[in-house]
């Protein structure tokens, strides 16, 4: 069965101290490997897709990579605005759909 | 450009009761899936629709059901309402579906008594 486990399940950073989120996954025929954000009362928002092992995508703070076995997010630096909880989903073939399996999250609080 | 929008915002609902969720995708926009998204479980898919046709449907009951409209709005219905069924319901849309970047509106609370 597919599956995607994102670890840790919290984190607590000070501003400035980079960090690491993991999402390791199981799954057969994958087609991309997605990040979101989501912030209290909001829908997912968009970060990233990765599609192959070695892969790299950067947007400010923020930098993930992809191995066959797990996508890493990165993050330099952080700011309290960064505080949010990081969804990390896989795109699988379902025979053409858009279906998308989430991992249930890492909830990150920056302080100052 | 609007994005995704779903409504109502909240609802509070007694067992037994059904519901109707609505969500109209971004313009232009011709895929729009469905998620359940609680505490314990995080998201789970429920079902995609393209130009009317469900084209995928996850692992829920059939009292979970949705359709969707020509001009690309779409509704989801959940008869028979249990307590579990309380939950954050999401609606994401995507400009033709496969593995393309979804649009996420901010979802409706549901709230089961």
């Known amino acids: 069965e597919d599956q995607v486990t994102q670890s840790p399940e919290a984190l607590r950073l000070q501003e400035g101290e980079s960090s690491s989120l993991n999402c390791s996954y199981t799954v057969s025929g994958l087609r991309g490997l997605f990040w979101y954000r989501q912030d209290p009362g909001k829908g997912p928002e968009f970060l990233f897709t990765l599609y192959s092992a070695g892969e790299e995508k950067e947007k400010e703070r923020l930098k993930a990579t992809l191995t066959k076995k797990e996508s890493f997010l990165h993050i330099t630096a952080p700011k309290p605005e960064d505080s949010a909880t990081y969804l990390c989903a ?3 073939l379902t025979g053409g759909g858009n279906k998308l399996t989430f991992g249930t999250g890492t909830q990150l609080k920056v302080e100052l | ?3 995704v929008t779903q409504t109502p915002r909240y609802l509070i609902k007694t067992r ?4 109707t969720l609505s969500c109209s995708p971004i313009s232009g926009h ?3 899936s469905w998620y359940q998204q609680t505490p ?4 789970q898919f429920l079902f995609e629709y393209f130009s009317e046709t469900q084209r995928n449907k996850g692992n829920f009951p059939g009292r979970f059901s949705g359709r969707q409209f020509s001009n690309s709005r779409s509704e989801m219905n959940v008869s028979t309402l249990e307590l579990g069924d309380s939950a954050l319901y999401l609606c994401a849309s995507s400009s ?3 593995d393309e970047k979804l649009f996420f509106g901010s979802g409706t609370q549901l709230s089961v008594l």
């Open chain 1, 90 to 92: 896989v795109h699988i």
């Open chain 2, 1 to 3: 450009k609007a994005g």
């Open chain 2, 16 to 19: 037994g009761q059904q519901v």
């Open chain 2, 30 to 32: 011709r895929s729009v």
């Open chain 2, 40 to 43: 314990g479980q995080g998201l």
């Open chain 2, 96 to 98: 033709r579906g496969g």
